[in-house]
């Protein structure tokens, strides 16, 4: 649903048995992490941010600085 509602150029996935939110401590949402998959096939958390943004444009220039993409 809220894929569609707000028409988010990004990946988006459920968390259907509130696994990934009971281990991050039972978080309010809106809660965004993004993960970077290295070349090596590593995963590394670039951000973490509890609450809303008000851009998406900002938020998506956030996410490229964050993971070191040009």
Same mark, same amino acid.
């Given at each position: 649903m809220?894929? =569609?509602?707000?028409n988010?150029?990004f990946?988006?996935f459920?968390?259907?048995d509130?696994?990934?939110?009971?281990?991050?401590?039972? $978080?309010? #949402?809106?809660?965004?992490?993004?993960i =970077?998959i290295n =070349?090596?096939?590593?995963?590394e $958390? $670039?951000? #973490?941010?509890?609450? #809303?943004?008000?851009?998406?444009?900002a938020f998506?220039?956030?996410?490229?600085?964050? #993971?070191?993409l040009k």
């Amino acid at each position: 649903m809220f894929r =569609k509602t707000f028409n988010t150029p990004f990946p988006l996935f459920p968390d259907d048995d509130f696994t990934i939110h009971k281990a991050l401590g039972d $978080v309010r #949402s809106p809660y965004f992490i993004a993960i =970077k998959i290295n =070349k090596d096939g590593t995963q590394e $958390v $670039v951000h #973490s941010e509890l609450d #809303s943004f008000d851009e998406a444009r900002a938020f998506l220039e956030l996410m490229i600085a964050a #993971s070191g993409l040009k």
